[in-house]
């Protein structure tokens, strides 16, 4: 496996910001994506970071830090719609691996 | 542009039995994924294909589980015998070219297999 280590569960208010954080081997690190994945249906998605920094798209935003193997993504302004799992994605040796999945839950 | 097409969507069998999942992947896609994914889990990679090249599949359960890409296009996963842990959704994905590269994997909707 990849060793790919995210939070099982967050919750937060309508409007109000969450951050996952998630760790990763870096042996054959080659880049890192985030995907929601709503209850039911098939992951889509969201981010990819190569290189080190912030890359933000509307209200999410996705961090790299290769040295420390560290990634977060960013959810801004948070709607119910956005309660869903999200999944931290490595890709190593170029090979796709998936964390368990961070269940986001957004409350009025 | 036509999506990562999955059939059946829903299968039910009895342990022992064998089953069969096909996947068509997005025109011109040349890596193919195939995982599994338990309830409440993320989804584990089973086998990753580059064109009809296996590039992984350290996780396949190799007694019961086999997969085949004919012709770098269509694939089908196999499970012979299936027993109870098997019960999960099955989802195939393609990309461009390989994950390492920067290209996004798009998922079909998944074949949801029950084992009773």
């Known amino acids: 496996g990849q060793n790919i280590d995210q939070p099982t569960e967050m919750t937060a208010t309508e409007g109000a910001i969450v951050q996952i954080n998630c760790t990763y081997q870096?042996?054959?690190?080659?880049?890192l994506f985030w995907y929601q994945q709503h209850a039911g249906e098939a992951p889509t998605f969201l981010s990819y970071n190569v290189l080190d920094g912030l890359e933000e798209k509307g209200r999410f935003s996705s961090f790299l830090s290769r040295s420390k193997g560290y990634s977060y993504l960013l959810l801004k302004e948070l709607q119910m719609k956005d309660s869903a799992s999200y999944l931290c994605a490595g890709s190593n040796d170029y090979k796709l691996s998936f964390g368990a999945g961070t269940t986001v839950t957004v409350r009025a | 542009e036509a999506g990562v097409a999955q059939s059946p969507r829903y299968k039910i069998i009895e342990k022992r039995q064998s089953v069969a999942f096909w996947c068509n992947p997005i025109s011109g896609h040349a890596t193919l994924y195939w995982y599994q994914q338990i309830l409440g889990q993320g989804p584990k990679l089973l086998i990753q294909?580059?064109?009809?090249?296996?590039?992984?599949d350290s996780q396949l359960p190799k007694d019961r589980f086999s997969a085949e890409r004919l012709k770098g296009v269509d694939s089908t996963l196999k499970i012979q015998p299936a027993k109870l842990e098997d019960s999960a959704v099955y989802l195939c994905?393609?990309?461009?070219?390989?994950?390492?590269?920067?290209?996004?994997?798009?998922f079909g909707q998944g074949t949801r297999l029950t084992v009773v």
């Open positions: 994905a393609s990309s461009t070219e390989r994950a390492g590269e920067g290209y996004e994997a798009f």
């Open positions: 294909f580059q064109n009809n090249g296996v590039v992984d």
């Open positions: 870096t042996s054959g690190f080659n880049g």
